[in-house]
């Protein structure tokens, strides 16, 4: 079966930097994509991987390894409204996006 | 404000009611979707339009009923559900065939059904 694994919460302090991890396993891969999404509020697209290495984006970045199945977001400069669930989606050989469960990251001042 | 509006924001229903989810996308892609979100569960794709043509449907119960008058308009008529079927129903849309074809989503229809 496809799986996106990531982890379910993680805590971080403002200022700070934070990893979310994303491994997955899918038939195929055609892209990988981050989206955050804020409680009460619609997912907004992060960022694109396709090929290997680190794409940047002001404060946020994301890292992928297609052998590895493993991507991460990396947040710079922690900020209180960074605080927010980080979905984790791949896009498989048909072109469908697979989906993790999502990340909650919370941020203490 | 993504560019896709969805109404009701909330809606609460008897399980013999019917209603329907209206979403609109002002974006002008040609494809939009149906997601429920579950709580602490990965987004679960209920339906894809492509150019208006109907191209998913995973195994998604029959009480849940599409719509897609044209590439701007998606409905999700609803009628006999059942109380697991509480969640928040997101509506979506992309350019296909895009260099990314990323996926724009509305704010969502929080269902409850009692």
């Known amino acids: 079966g496809q799986n996106i694994d990531q982890p379910t919460e993680m805590t971080a302090t403002e200022g700070a930097i934070v990893q979310i991890n994303c491994t997955y396993q899918t038939s195929g891969f055609n892209g990988l994509f981050w989206y955050q999404q804020h409680a009460g509020e619609a997912p907004t697209f992060l960022s694109y991987?396709?090929l290997d290495g680190l794409e940047e984006k002001g404060r946020f970045s994301s890292f992928l390894s297609r052998s590895k199945g493993y991507s991460y977001l990396l947040l710079k400069e922690l900020q209180m409204k960074d605080s927010a669930s980080y979905l984790c989606?791949?896009?498989?050989?048909?072109?469908?996006?697979?989906w993790g469960a999502g990340t909650k990251l919370i941020i203490k001042p | 404000e993504t560019g896709v509006t969805q109404t009701p924001r909330h809606l609460v229903m008897g399980m013999t009611n019917k209603k329907s989810l209206k979403c609109e996308q002002h974006l002008g892609h040609n494809a939009m979707y149906w997601y429920k979100q579950s709580a602490k569960k990965p987004l679960e794709l209920m339906f894809v339009?492509?150019?208006?043509?109907?191209?998913e449907n995973n195994s998604v119960p029959s009480r849940f009923s599409p719509e897609c008058p044209n590439s701007s308009h998606l409905f999700l008529h609803l009628h006999t559900l059942q109380p697991e079927d509480s969640a928040l129903y997101l509506c979506?849309?992309?350019?296909?065939?895009?260099?990314?074809?990323?996926?724009?989503f509305g704010p969502g229809t929080r269902l409850t059904v009692t």
């Open positions: 991987n396709v």
């Open positions: 979506a849309s992309s350019q296909v065939r895009g260099a990314v074809d990323e996926q724009y």
């Open positions: 339009y492509n150019f208006k043509e109907q191209t």
């Open positions: 989606a791949v896009r498989d050989q048909d072109y469908q996006l697979i």
